[in-house]
């Protein structure tokens, strides 16, 4: 059973840094793609940040250069290191993973290629609140 529990977030002032990280039992690294959506009130789910079995990573142009995601394999944790925060980058911030569709391709956000298959998580944490102010 995949269980994905976030720690971290808090508050920070505009331009501050804050990090997010998601411990996760049940699933393997080289078995799952797993990154990071958030929600704001009134606002549609975004996926910001994935990082797939190979290590390799996709973001929205909205956190790009800015939001870095990463893996500690050793501790079964993935995490969300943000920078330049805004105010609009309030939200509740929730960990997902989806087990890995095909090794020879990679996971994204969206997928036109026959390299990609597209990422649709089946397995979510219960989030953990990120607010900015400004």
């Known amino acids: 059973q995949v269980r994905l529990v976030e720690t971290g977030g808090g508050s920070v002032q505009a331009g501050g840094s804050l990090g997010v990280s998601c411990v996760a039992s049940?699933?393997?690294?080289?078995?799952?793609?797993m990154g990071w959506f958030r929600q704001a009130p009134g606002k549609e789910r975004e996926g910001i940040a994935l990082?797939?079995?190979?290590?390799?990573?996709d973001y929205a142009d909205s956190v790009q250069g800015r939001f870095t995601i990463s893996k500690d394999n050793a501790k079964n944790t993935l995490k969300l290191q943000m920078t330049s925060l805004n105010p609009e980058d309030s939200a509740t911030y929730y960990c997902?993973?989806?087990?890995?569709?095909?090794?020879?391709?990679?996971?994204?956000?969206?997928?036109?290629?026959?390299?990609?298959?597209?990422?649709?998580?089946?397995?979510w944490g219960q989030g953990t609140q990120v607010t900015v102010s400004s």
């Open positions: 997902a993973a989806q087990r890995v569709k095909d090794t020879d391709r990679r996971c994204r956000f969206d997928c036109s290629s026959p390299t990609c298959w597209k990422w649709t998580p089946a397995y």
């Open positions: 990082i797939g079995h190979d290590g390799s990573t």
């Open positions: 049940g699933c393997t690294d080289t078995e799952y793609c």
